[in-house]
């Protein structure tokens, strides 16, 4: 839900520098295991709230979601934050696992990581389910969502 994170992550910093490098090896712990869930018929979704133009890590993460979030499976979209205002969503970006649990992570002000909060209260997943539902509903398709850009 930010438009900014982790300022020197080494992957951010290689692509923001023209370096290429494959998202699916540098990450894949995680892309092995949406690609191991996904297999087994469970659905992972990703919802990315964005501000438009969007900034340079948000054009990085639109960059690498195909050959990363998409291969392994995930169905990703993306909410313009002007579309859905009266949205309501944690302050937090989260991940909800069926609808009993939720897994917080927090960041600092410039976007660096600090911690995960793994919250396991029946009404809190409802809720955080719930609005996960209406900023999907909202989002559009990765493979339909062109970002426009922060023009220099």
């Known amino acids: 839900m930010r438009d ?14 023209g370096r290429r490098f494959e998202p699916a090896e540098r990450w894949r712990e995680w892309f092995d295991l949406a690609t191991e869930t996904t297999a087994r018929g469970i659905s992972v979704r990703r919802a990315r709230i964005v501000s438009e133009p969007v900034t340079d890590y ?9 050959a990363h979030n998409v291969a392994a499976g995930e169905l990703v979209r993306w909410l313009p934050r002007h579309v859905a205002p009266g949205v309501l969503v944690p302050c937090s970006d989260f991940w909800v696992f069926d609808d009993e649990t939720v897994v917080f992570n927090h960041f600092d002000g410039v976007g660096d990581w600090v911690r995960e909060e793994l ?8 809720t955080c389910a719930a609005a996960f539902r209406s900023v999907w ?11 426009p850009l922060i023009s220099r």
């Open 58 to 66: 948000i054009a990085f993460e639109y960059a690498v979601t195909t």
């Open 4 to 17: 900014s994170y982790t300022p020197n992550d080494p992957d951010w910093r290689d692509w923001r520098e």
């Open 119 to 126: 919250r396991r209260e029946p009404e809190l997943a409802l």
């Open 137 to 147: 509903d909202l989002a559009i398709p990765h493979e339909k969502y062109v970002p």
